[in-house]
């Protein structure tokens, strides 16, 4: 019995874990905007909630630098983002996040489901839909434009 109340214990302190209060005093998901771009040298990515902001650049892994095509990098920078922010305990699971595309290739193959013909970036989708679905995360695509991007300028 003692065994049975502690493991209920511990699942109620999770699910509130994961959660924050609004200011009606009910439990609700937190929601997390991420901001991700890339070149042929570098990733960059911006998650930001109503707690706190991160913001991080990476130099291509070897066998991707000056290799890359700057679109493929962009899904590099999503994968990895997404993966960083979640060993960084910022993304938990059930999450929301709202992600910003300033390419309308993205935008149309993540939120349309639109096929592309590049192999390696149906790998990374690949990839990204499986930490998706390993971690029940409530994905949301938005298009803006360029020059609202906030991890561009990490690019520099």
């Known amino acids: 019995m003692l065994l049975t109340r502690l493991a209920s214990f511990h699942f109620?302190?999770?699910?509130?874990?994961?959660?924050?209060?609004?200011?009606?005093?009910?439990?609700?998901?937190?929601?997390?905007?991420?901001?991700?771009?890339?070149?042929?040298?570098?990733?960059?990515?911006?998650?930001e909630n109503i707690q706190s902001r991160s913001e991080e650049s990476r130099v291509h892994a070897e066998y991707f630098y000056n290799i890359v095509t700057q679109e493929q990098s962009r899904y590099i920078a999503l994968h990895v983002g997404i993966f960083w922010s979640i060993g960084r305990y910022i993304i938990k699971n059930g999450d929301v996040i709202k992600v910003m595309l300033d390419q309308r290739s993205m935008f149309d193959r993540l939120a349309q489901n639109k096929p592309t013909d590049d192999v390696f970036i149906e790998k990374r989708i690949v990839f990204i839909d499986q930490i998706i679905k390993q971690r029940d995360l409530d994905v949301k695509y938005q298009l803006i434009d360029p020059n609202e991007n906030k991890a561009t300028k990490l690019l520099s």
Do not use: A, L, N, P
Request: charged share 30%; hydrophobic share 35%.
């Open 12 to 47: 109620s302190y999770s699910v509130v874990y994961r959660k924050y209060i609004d200011i009606f005093g009910k439990y609700v998901d937190m929601e997390h905007t991420y901001f991700f771009d890339g070149d042929q040298k570098k990733i960059s990515w911006t998650i």
